[in-house]
């Protein structure tokens, strides 16, 4: 099982903070650095000092890191048109030299698109423009050089693309998650290389990573399965008591809900997921000042779950 790091800035992180987490996360040997695409604080919080920009944010720790891979849990399709998308994300993924991984969904947080002034049409709207933008931006990545690209949907039409600049990679890694029981698994088993859902229990976890595979086997198509939760490792009860004063959560809840507690009862959350599956396990850290925490799991938890 490979472990990656997640953090979600828009509840209060720099540039820099970011970027220390990301340069962490690759000293210390995680498989990847993602980041959340939100606009406002979610919950509790005053979200100081703002949001940074995702893609804007990759780029610039693409440039200041060289072996850690590098995406979005989840890209918000509602934020972006899919041309100028596919452009920013193909440049970012030159710029790291080929390590970008791309998790693009429908957008789900109403009050970002308020505050921000973005189009917050209906669920079905939403899924059908993801579907497009998934068209789009991966047909635009693979039309061969010197050739043009065009498409015409309900809610997006393209003439005569240059269908440039081409990424890094001849493949950009694309991620679909979520929990809906039909039309994500069909999205996943058509576009996606790895499948998410983020912050289930651990009985709709395995419910829908079967769905998916269900329709990735009907497609005749082989996924990469993950899950995400928040962490919350410590040596002894106190510490992981810290960790959970520190990000305002009781230690009783992430027990229940995510990889927290002892270092064994992590490892046990964490081999819980791998029967199920998991083929990876993004670790939510809230905490982004605490690169302690992130010492501890690869001391610990990497080695025991490779």
């Known amino acids: ?98 390590r970008v991984e791309f998790g693009l969904g429908a957008g789900w947080y109403e009050a970002e698109h308020r505050a921000y002034g973005i189009g917050f049409p209906s669920v079905g709207e939403r899924f059908t423009r993801l579907e497009e933008q998934l068209e789009i931006i991966t047909g635009l990545w693979e039309t061969p050089a010197g050739d043009t690209y065009s498409f015409d949907g309900q809610y997006y039409r393209l003439t005569g693309s240059p269908a440039l600049p081409k990424p890094a990679q001849a493949h950009i890694p694309v991620l679909v998650g979520g929990k809906g029981p039909t ?4 999205l996943a088993a058509r576009f ?60 009783a809840e992430l027990r229940q809900n995510g990889v927290a507690g002892t270092v064994p009862e992590c490892l046990t959350r964490l081999r819980e997921l791998q029967t199920i599956g998991a083929d990876r396990v993004y670790l939510q850290v809230l905490d982004l000042h605490d690169l302690a925490h992130l010492e501890l799991i690869a001391q610990e938890l990497l080695p025991a779950v490779a």
């Open 192 to 251: 996606a290389d790895e499948f998410n859902i983020a912050f289930s229990s651990f009985d709709d976890t395995r419910t829908q990573f079967d769905r998916v595979r269900t329709a990735a086997a009907a497609a005749k198509r082989e996924l990469i399965y993950s899950a995400a939760r928040v962490v919350c490792c410590g040596r002894d009860e106190a510490e992981v008591g810290r960790r959970a004063a520190a990000i305002g959560r009781s230690v």
């Open 1 to 98: 099982m490979e472990l990656r790091i997640f953090v979600e800035p828009q509840q209060g992180a720099t540039f820099d903070d970011q970027l220390a987490v990301a340069q962490a996360s690759e000293r210390l040997g995680f498989g990847a650095f993602f980041r959340s695409d939100h606009l406002v604080v979610i919950g509790d919080g005053d979200g100081l000092p703002g949001p940074t920009d995702s893609w804007v944010t990759l780029g610039g720790i693409a440039r200041e890191t060289s072996t850690i891979r590098l995406g979005t849990l989840l890209t918000s399709a509602t934020f972006r048109q899919p041309g100028p998308l596919a452009i920013t994300v193909a440049q970012v993924d030159q710029m790291s030299g080929g």
């Open 183 to 186: 039309r994500t698994p069909a």
